[in-house]
């Protein structure tokens, strides 16, 4: 088991998250207009227009706002997790408390799951917890008058075993979907180091091969220039010994032998000479 990741890991699943990151942001851009647009339709209904231009408008302000102010950063990730809360709220209030609007925080919880970070569970539980104790505990012992002001939370008897429950049942889901974006997040970590050391190992084995071929090639490289060594000593000598021959006759016959001999050995000599420079350079 590898104690730390290589170089070339680190930059691989540094390209891969970078990736992912901002597949993950465009998929986002569609979801807050969705939420937004949802907003809109919603204010139909009971004409809160002013609820879900103002509130939705403000989302999205303070989300563009984190991710251009504080661009080398994740927080605008944090920001999202908290928006995403907020616009739960904003539809529970726009439809007055009817309970299934409740659900669409389970929505938001599993969109997070595509960053690979838990820890963006954080924001959304607590925010919840926050808005639903306080809004219950408003409308069933400040605001519970059928006269008086209203606080539009849920249309059902929202009781501490009910919000017990709740919470509970939410925060189950919440661990969940925090647990499967950790467990992303180390699958594709564990799916990038195995990657990485099968490239490693390519590489030692290429590097090895090269090797080899390199220790093969400069075996051959000596014994040839050993060998033009070897045979330019003595085609040397043949050419001494036939200009002397030639010098000791008269005889045009034996000249004539003597000068096809002489151009043999010297096309001998060329090649020998042109091997062993050649061999010279490849050694070098």
Do not use: C
Request: charged fraction near 15%; aromatic fraction near 16%; proline fraction near 1%.
């Amino acid at each position: 088991m590898k104690t730390k990741a290589s170089l070339n890991e680190q930059d691989y699943l540094h390209n891969f998250m970078s990736t992912m990151t901002q597949k993950s942001d465009t998929i986002i851009n569609y979801v807050l207009v969705a939420y937004f647009l949802f907003g809109i339709a919603l204010a139909f209904k009971y004409d809160t227009f002013e609820i879900g231009v103002g509130v939705g408008t403000i989302n999205l302000l303070a989300y563009y706002s984190a991710k251009f102010f504080l661009k080398n950063s994740k927080f605008y990730q944090y920001v999202l997790s908290v928006i995403l809360a907020v616009f739960m709220a904003q539809y529970i209030y726009q439809m007055h408390g009817l309970f299934e609007m409740h659900f669409t925080v389970f929505i938001a919880s599993t969109i997070l799951i595509i960053y690979q970070n838990w820890k963006l569970q954080i924001p959304l539980t607590l925010l919840v917890i926050l808005h639903h104790g306080g809004l219950a505990y408003l409308q069933n012992y400040v605001y519970n008058e059928a006269a008086g002001p209203q606080i539009y939370f849920s249309q059902v008897n929202f009781d501490v075993e009910t919000f017990l429950v709740h919470v509970v049942l939410a925060a189950v889901v919440f661990f969940m979907n925090g647990y499967w974006a950790y467990y992303f997040k180390t699958h594709s970590q564990n799916h990038i180091s195995k990657i990485s050391d099968e490239y490693e190992l390519e590489n030692m084995k290429l590097a090895s091969a090269k090797y080899s071929s390199m220790s093969a090639t400069k075996d051959y490289n000596d014994f040839i220039h050993r060998t033009t060594l070897d045979l330019k000593l003595p085609v040397n000598s043949v050419l001494k010994l036939i200009d002397v021959s030639k010098g000791h006759t008269d005889n045009d016959k034996l000249l004539a032998y003597l000068e096809m001999m002489r151009e043999s050995a010297k096309k001998i000599d060329d090649l020998v000479n042109d091997i062993h420079v050649k061999s010279t350079n490849s050694r070098n």
